[in-house]
C-alpha cells in the first residue's frame, strides 16, 4: 500500500505548481482523499479534501480560489493539487493521504499517508 507524492519544486511568488499523488497495492477508488501541508515548525494542516466520487470538495480558506483538487479513478487512483498564484506562505511539504468515509479535515482521521513533496515558493 502506497501512496507517492510528486510534482513540488522551487517557484516564485505568483507561480504555478501542480501536484500528483499515486496510490498503489490497494484500490483507493473508494477512498476520500486528501492533501496536508507542513511548514518548518508549524504544525500539519489541512489545504483540501476530495471524495471518492469527487463530488463533494473542501480547501482551506487559506487557499480557496487559488487550488484546486481533482482525482482520476480510471486505472489507479491518481489525485492532483493544481496550485496558482502561489505565495511565500505556501511553502511546505505537501502530504497525501487516504480515508474511507466523510470528509475530513482532521490528519489523525486519515489511514494511508504519502511521504511528502517540497514546495518552496520564493518572494
Known amino acids: 500500500v502506497q501512496l507517492q507524492a510528486s510534482g513540488g519544486g522551487l517557484v516564485q511568488a505568483g507561480g504555478s505548481l501542480r501536484l500528483s499523488c499515486a496510490a498503489s497495492g490497494r484500490t483507493f477508488s473508494s477512498y476520500g482523499m486528501g492533501w496536508f501541508r507542513q511548514a518548518p515548525g508549524k504544525e500539519r494542516e489541512f489545504v483540501a479534501h476530495?471524495?471518492?466520487?469527487?463530488?463533494?470538495?473542501?480547501y482551506a480558506d487559506s487557499v480557496k480560489g487559488r487550488f484546486t483538487i481533482s482525482r482520476d479513478n480510471a486505472k489507479n487512483t491518481i489525485v492532483y493539487l493544481q496550485m496558482n498564484s502561489l505565495k511565500p506562505e505556501d511553502t511546505a511539504v505537501h502530504y497525501c493521504a487516504a480515508k474511507r468515509g466523510l470528509n475530513s479535515y482532521t490528519a489523525g482521521t486519515y489511514e494511508y499517508w504519502g511521504q511528502g513533496t517540497l514546495v518552496t515558493v520564493s518572494s
Open positions: 476530495i471524495s471518492w466520487s469527487g463530488d463533494l470538495i473542501r
